[in-house]
């Protein structure tokens, strides 16, 4: 919470950011998802540090692991979400993120075996989809906002946004109704 507290102050923030700073949030962020912690500062320092100041990227990959996707970077992205959500109107979203986050449903769509079934809801237990689910809500909150700039739009777009969700649902398998009907 004092960290939060300092980060009202421009040059704490920058320090924050860095490269020490950012080891010491990974760290916050790793004994907090151990206990599913819940304070109210949480979610606004890492909205502070990932979506108004750009470094979502490089917290994101201190918080991977060589073996994939881990469940403190699912926890950082869940936050993310319901912050997102909850503020929706409040915070400012950088293209920076959005196309952060574009990267990241890529990352993850390519770490699901998709032919296994888990449970409909998120969190779900598995970093990879827990990841890809929150990352794929923040993508709508950011593409439902009125005040999304069109070289914001463009830039997603440029991007790929639509091939990977084509490319998402192509990966999925269709519904059991669905499938009961193109048997008949």
């Known amino acids: 919470m004092i ?16 490269d020490q700073g950012l080891t010491i949030v ?3 962020i790793k ?3 151990e206990d599913e912690f819940r304070e109210d500062w949480l979610p606004l320092l890492l909205s502070k540090i990932s979506l108004e100041e750009s470094y979502f990227p490089l917290l994101f990959d201190k918080l991977g692991s060589a073996d994939g996707i881990t469940s403190e970077q699912a926890f950082l992205v869940r936050l993310l979400a319901e912050n997102l959500d909850q503020r929706f109107n409040e915070v400012t979203i950088s293209d920076a993120f959005a196309l952060a986050v574009l990267k990241i449903v890529d990352k993850a769509s390519r770490a699901i075996d998709f032919v296994s079934r888990g449970t409909p809801c998120l969190p779900t237990g598995d970093p990879a989809i827990d990841v890809l689910g929150y990352s794929l809500i923040i ?3 950011i593409c439902a906002r009125e005040d999304l700039p069109q070289a914001s739009v463009d830039s997603m777009i440029s991007s790929g946004l639509i091939r990977l969700l084509l ?7 269709p519904p059991t109704n669905i499938r009961t009907v193109l048997k008949k």
């Open 139 to 141: 993508l709508r909150n």
């Open 167 to 173: 490319g998402l649902l192509r990966d999925l398998e």
């Open 3 to 18: 960290i939060y507290t300092c980060c009202n102050n421009r040059g704490r923030l920058v320090e924050l950011c860095g």
């Open 31 to 33: 004994t907090c998802s």
């Open 26 to 28: 990974s760290d916050i």
